[in-house]
């Protein structure tokens, strides 16, 4: 085969078509979603991003570009899926894509043990250090988040102290080879960030890439090999702040992410709910709802893209009327423009500006 320059022919692919061949998709501002093909996909969480040429599944982690596509759908080696984009092999008839059952999920116990585990034997590099204290994290801040570093080498050690908590079926992060007891720890290397649910247990983990791409994805083991499964964590919302020690008439705030929920809260002190995108909102509306908070603050992103802002701006209208008539008080957080997200306007000091959603009766306050 004569040499090829993938990227070039990566960038001449129209990404939409090829997928839109095997997934029904509509265009939502500068992406186009559907369901994704490689998992029981009942809401649609499948993303198209034909400006950076990628695709990713938010729930299962599934991820790539057109000559990934192409190799997962079609089940072929990496030359023959190069054959194929430049047209010069004809591609078989579209059958389905045939991957391992997942795996059960791991309870909340087993994963939290598990990722403890992990956390202990991994180490957190200067590098990674470094980025967190920019972040505005002091020293006792980085060690109650508990982060750690992923490498790209060397993770038959981590594996083994994680192996030692017990079984690790279903822990997301970890496959399990469907003929033998082999197994193997994934996860793009990068910064570890432990996602808690309210009681405070890991129950996830997101990693800050190193190497480029999606900035940020789930530390995941959702099948993707025929010979291999695992478990997908979804999509959990990240609970920041020592919120089981809170009372219920509390503060509460929500904002983007866990690593800016945990910004948030180290500067604030107070319960910081990170999602890890805004149309989980209402996933979201139906735990605050049962946990009935005093005041919710909802804070998210300020995007300059138009349509990435309007988008923002309707998620966070409905979460707010689900809150306010389950009558918990609701307050939108706003700053200058400038910062991007209420982590960024924290630590450039912009003054808090409120607003209320329409309905909604509450007296102006100042939080610390």
């Known amino acids: 085969m004569a040499t090829v320059d993938i990227q070039h022919l990566k960038t001449q692919v129209d990404l939409v078509s090829l997928i839109g061949q095997r997934v029904s998709l509509r265009q939502r501002g500068t992406r186009w979603v559907g369901r994704c093909p490689f998992h029981d996909d009942r809401h649609p969480s499948f993303d198209v991003s034909p400006r950076h040429q990628s695709w990713r599944c938010w729930a299962c982690g599934m991820r790539g570009d057109a000559l990934d596509w192409v190799r997962l759908t079609e089940n072929c080696t990496l030359v023959e899926a190069l054959r194929r984009l430049q047209g010069t092999e004809t591609p078989p008839p579209k059958r389905p894509i045939i991957l391992p059952e997942p795996d059960p999920l791991a309870s909340r116990v087993i994963r939290d043990r598990a990722y403890h585990a992990l956390i202990a034997a991994a180490s957190l590099t200067p590098e990674h250090y470094q980025a967190l204290r920019e972040r505005g994290l002091a020293d006792a801040a980085i060690h109650d988040a508990g982060y750690a570093s992923l490498p790209q080498n060397g993770r038959d050690a981590l594996l083994t102290a994680m192996q030692a908590v017990g079984d690790l079926t279903g822990v997301p992060g970890v496959s399990r080879a469907i003929n033998g007891n082999r197994w193997r ?20 983990c997101q990693i800050r890439t190193d190497n480029g791409g999606a900035r940020y994805q789930w530390l995941s083991s959702a099948p993707k090999q025929p010979r291999w499964t695992g478990r997908s964590p979804g999509t959990p919302f990240h609970v920041a702040g020592r919120t089981w020690l809170s009372g219920a008439q509390q503060w509460w705030y929500v904002t983007e992410g866990p690593l800016k929920a945990d910004v948030v809260a180290a500067y604030l ?13 209402d996933k979201l509306a139906r735990a605050l709802v049962n946990w009935r908070p005093a005041t919710v603050v909802i804070a998210f992103d300020q995007d300059a893209a138009p349509d990435t802002r309007a988008r923002v701006r309707d998620a966070e209208a409905a979460l707010a009327a689900v809150l306010v008539q389950a009558g918990i008080r609701v307050l939108l957080r706003r700053w200058p423009e400038g910062p991007k997200g209420f982590d960024d306007a924290l630590m450039a000091g912009a003054p808090p500006q409120y607003d209320k959603p329409a309905g909604q009766i509450a007296s102006d306050v100042s939080c610390r």
């Open 269 to 281: 002190e107070r319960p910081v709910i990170g999602i890890p995108g805004v149309g989980l909102a």
């Open 185 to 204: 720890l994934e996860g793009s290397p990068g910064l570890l960030i432990p996602v808690r649910d309210r009681q405070g247990r890991i129950q996830a």
